[in-house]
Structure formats: structure tokens, C-alpha cells
């Protein structure tokens, strides 16, 4: 299994940018996709951007789509998340994941390795 520890969390006004980290650990190589995660008090966890090691291919949110850009770096085994242009709504608990069934890429249940989260919160 993958270990994941997300960073980069914070507070920060609307029209802010913010830039998440997940570093992997572990049997990374049983996650050839990794993706983000957010959730909201009292919502379900939704997706927000995905990554797929072998050739940089992305996935995007749809209210997400030109704010976010998802990247990672092979040699640190990190996946970064970059926010742009955040809104009140993006506020939530940002959690990276790994993929590990083969359900479609934006369903939580495709995901089987978790970090632990962190907050965003972007003030009006």
C-alpha cells in the first residue's frame, strides 16, 4: 500500500493562490494514478484533479478547470496540487489518493490509499 502525506494547506483570501503537496512512500508503483480530493463540512467527498504517472495524462473537475493544475515530480515522488483563483467554495479538507481498482478515475471508490488531509480555507 501507499503512504501519502499531504501539505500546504492554509488560510487565504478569494482570488489567492495556494500550493497543496502529497508525498508517496511506500509501493507507489500499485498507484498509477493519483488524485485529489476534497471535502466539505456536511458534503461528500468530491474530486478535484488527477494524474496518471506513465505519461503526465490529467483530469480535471469540471469547477476546477483552468484554476487548478495538477504535476508531479518522479524523482521526490510528489504530486502537487496548484490553486489559482480560489473561491469560498474551494474551502474543504484537500486529500491525494491512489488508485488502486480500476473504476473510473474520478469516483472515490477507485482509491485506495488515503492521506490524512489538509485544510484549505479561502475567506470572502
Known amino acids: 500500500q501507499v503512504q501519502l502525506v499531504e501539505s500546504g494547506g492554509g488560510l487565504v483570501q478569494a482570488g489567492g493562490s495556494l500550493r497543496l503537496s502529497c508525498a508517496a512512500s511506500?509501493?507507489?508503483?500499485?498507484?498509477?494514478?493519483m488524485g485529489w480530493f476534497r471535502q466539505a463540512p456536511g458534503k461528500e467527498r468530491e474530486f478535484v484533479a488527477a494524474?496518471?504517472?506513465?505519461?503526465?495524462?490529467?483530469y480535471y473537475a469540471d469547477s476546477v478547470k483552468g484554476r487548478f493544475t495538477i504535476s508531479r515530480d518522479h524523482a521526490k515522488n510528489t504530486v502537487y496540487l496548484q490553486m489559482n483563483s480560489l473561491k469560498p467554495e474551494d474551502t474543504a479538507v484537500y486529500h491525494c489518493?491512489?488508485?488502486?481498482?480500476?473504476?473510473?478515475?474520478?469516483?472515490?471508490?477507485?482509491?485506495?490509499?488515503w492521506g490524512q488531509g489538509t485544510q484549505v480555507t479561502v475567506s470572502s
Open positions: 489518493a491512489g488508485r488502486e481498482r480500476p473504476l473510473d478515475v474520478m469516483s472515490p471508490r477507485a482509491y485506495g490509499s
Open positions: 494524474i496518471r504517472w506513465s505519461d503526465d495524462s490529467t
Open positions: 511506500g509501493r507507489t508503483f500499485s498507484s498509477n494514478i
